[in-house]
């Protein structure tokens, strides 16, 4: 990674993230001036209310959702919600009342919102109501950092795909045909869509207001520490950044996924490129799960830390098989997680004098 390029990156996350109350409020008056609403939404329940609210009709709503998790609560509504692909909105098969997306980042100079590599980007113009959802540390504070944050982003070299980038100052307008019985041609019009910028919270302040957790929040959602995870790529269960987060809440704050879920490998930290630093992070909430949970036995996290740098350095299964009934036989739980993987316990990318001695 160009280091230049990473250290510059933290600052403009770390800018925003410090001044995050101010940021958020320059940014709700910018882009309700450009003719944008704006809602702040807690949590999903919140956000399941709102928008059945703000549907217009008592059934069959023409919903097209662009979003990685679409709620239960709005997947199973019975006849209120009619989902719609967005495949069928964009070739014209089906038309849709509202589109749901998520909206990657916000920037406060313009209230503007950015969105890259989304299916959605051609149906913006054909529906009635477009409802963008933001996390509230999801934004930018100046628009020129944008390229600087988008480049950390991976791009596929060997096909040559580039990042499809769409950024959203206005309200759009929609195209309406209209022909008649005795015209030949149809004639067009124009209506404006209305548009909704959902501010969610979804538990960041509760994070914000842990100064050891708060850096987890400079998180771009590049998705490059879930590559390099040992322990994801066999269970698939928690991100790195997730089983960060994830315990940052007080009902889970004893939550022993945390042990269960990391090698303490450090891979996370070497592929960051806003240099979030996931293994004192991780610590810092193995070390308060142990001094609040007396019935564990977790203990001198900082050894167990060592013990995983050396497992690191070995190569061959007798050997690593031996080292890990050494080094932890007294932690029943990491030793059984350690004695049951089959692969190796890291997988972070080799350099390319390692590759080059492979070939």
């Not at 101010?22 to 999903?44: H, M, P, R, T, Y």
């Not at 708060?214 to 997730?242: A, D, F, M, Q, W």
Request: glycine share 4%; aromatic share 10%.
């Amino acid at each position: 990674m160009n280091n230049s390029i990473n250290r510059r990156a933290n600052f403009i996350r770390y800018s925003f993230i410090e001044n995050m109350d101010n940021n958020l409020l320059a940014f709700e008056n910018k882009i309700s001036n450009n003719g944008i609403d704006v809602k702040w939404i807690s949590n999903e329940e919140e956000l399941v209310s709102f928008i059945k609210q703000d549907l217009p009709k008592a059934h069959f709503n023409k919903v097209c959702f662009d979003l990685p998790h679409i709620p239960s609560e709005l997947a199973d509504t019975g006849n209120l919600i009619k989902n719609i692909s967005v495949e069928d909105v964009e070739n014209n098969i089906e038309s849709a009342d509202y589109l749901i997306t998520n909206a990657n980042f916000g920037l406060v100079d313009t209230g503007s919102v950015v969105l890259f590599n989304h299916k959605c980007k051609n149906c913006f113009n054909k529906v009635d109501h477009v409802i963008f959802i933001l996390d509230i540390n999801n934004l930018i504070a100046k628009s020129s950092d944008i390229g600087i944050i988008l480049s950390l982003y991976e791009r596929d070299l060997i096909h040559g795909n580039q990042q499809a980038i769409d950024i959203i100052s206005q309200p759009f307008n929609k195209i309406i045909s209209n022909s008649y019985q005795f015209e030949q041609e149809n004639t067009y019009s124009t209506q404006k869509v209305s548009v909704t910028v959902v501010l969610y919270d979804n538990g960041i302040t509760a994070i914000m207001n842990n100064p050891k957790l708060r850096e987890s929040l400079y998180c771009i959602n590049c998705g490059k520490c879930k590559t390099v995870c040992p322990v994801y790529k066999v269970n698939h269960k928690y991100t790195p950044i997730e089983l960060v987060k994830n315990n940052a809440f007080g009902t889970n704050r004893k939550n022993s996924d945390i042990f269960e879920n990391t090698t303490l490998c450090g891979n996370c930290d070497k592929v960051c490129p806003v240099l979030i630093p996931f293994m004192s992070l991780l610590n810092s909430e193995m070390e308060l799960i142990n001094t609040n949970d007396h019935e564990d036995s977790w203990h001198d996290l900082g050894k167990i830390m060592t013990k995983r740098l050396k497992l690191n350095k070995l190569n061959g299964k007798i050997r690593r098989y031996f080292f890990v009934r050494k080094l932890f036989n007294n932690n029943k739980k990491l030793l059984n997680y350690f004695m049951s993987q089959q692969d190796d316990f890291y997988n972070l990318t080799s350099t390319k004098e390692e590759e080059n001695a492979k070939l």
